[in-house]
């Protein structure tokens, strides 16, 4: 035993040696394999991964740690894997945050959109979901605005602009109770006045005089700093035929310090109090104003 000793314990320490090796090998193996949909540029030729297609993910894992300047270098590789492998869905997205990086949204709004075409429900991250979200707002695609605002909110929660064009896409589809749900955490986060400023735009949105009247209401009880919209909010109930709701809104707009007191709200504001038969009040708009003029 004496003697052989020394002979066991080399063999056992040879042998795990070897082991070890072989376990070094396997992680280095498996490193080399996509981890999840994020890493993956193979899309429609998973089955048929090469080296070149691997060396690329990790080019694109690695650009998105260094900034522009890493995606500046594989933008070139990009472009052609697309060329290439036009259905490769990863590598559309890839080259979207490639473009985006750069610098360039327009053609970073392109390669998303092709990505999208190949894969509706592909998750693009924070940044092109509200770029996605941004254009489909300003195309009026509201159930897209919808889709891709949530999607950026997901990625990044209470993202103010992502919030706004959500509390737009959900006003547009008539889902009011969500559309209110929203504003409210926009109110919270961002404050009152910007919530205010929403609702009159999106009032401006809407063809329907009873949508515009709901939402410049919401405006005019948000608003604090910023004028409030009394004067829109008066010409609309005169559309409705509500001239004593309007009268309350003319007259709120002539007092309002530096508002809208002009000729046109004056003369309006006259008028509404000799419907309501009180020809005296009219005369004393009709004082006010002929003493600032």
């Known amino acids: 035993l004496t ?75 990009l472009t052609a894997r697309v060329q290439e492998r036009p259905g490769d869905t990863q590598a559309w997205s890839y080259l979207a945050r490639a473009h985006l990086a750069r610098g360039s949204p327009a053609e970073a709004l392109n390669a998303a ?18 770029l996605v979200a941004r254009s489909s707002a300003d195309a009026g695609q509201w159930d897209r605005t919808a889709q891709h605002a949530e999607a950026a909110l997901a990625s990044q ?8 064009l959500l509390v737009r896409a959900l006003a547009a589809q008539g889902r009011l109770d969500r559309a209110d749900g929203t504003l409210a955490i926009l109110t919270q986060s961002q404050g009152e006045d910007r919530a205010a400023a929403l609702a009159r735009r999106i009032a401006s949105e809407r063809s329907s005089t009873v949508d515009r009247h709901r939402w410049l209401s919401k405006a005019v009880s948000l608003g604090r700093g910023a004028a ?53 009040d009219a ?3 009709y004082r006010v104003a002929l003493a600032e003029i």
């Open 3 to 77: 003697v052989l000793g020394p002979v066991l314990h080399a063999s056992m320490v040879a042998g795990a040696t070897e082991r070890l090796h072989r376990v070094i090998d396997i992680d280095e193996t498996l490193a080399d394999y996509p981890r999840g949909p994020v890493a993956s540029v193979r899309g429609e030729d998973s089955s048929q991964g090469d080296d070149g297609s691997r060396a690329l993910e990790r080019a694109c894992l690695r650009a998105e740690r260094e900034g522009p300047a890493g995606w500046a270098q594989v933008l070139p590789k």
């Open 113 to 130: 959109r092709e990505a999208l075409r190949l894969d509706p429900a592909l998750a693009l991250g924070h940044s092109l979901s509200l």
């Open 157 to 164: 929660p209470g993202d103010a602009e992502a919030l706004e």
């Open 228 to 280: 409030k919209p009394f004067r829109e909010l008066g010409e609309v109930c005169l559309v409705l035929q509500r001239d004593q709701e309007a009268l309350q809104w003319f007259l709120k707009a002539f007092q309002q310090p530096g508002g809208e007191a002009d000729a046109d709200v004056s003369q309006t504001l006259a008028r509404l109090h000799v419907r309501a038969g009180s020809p005296d």
């Open 283 to 285: 005369l004393g708009v």
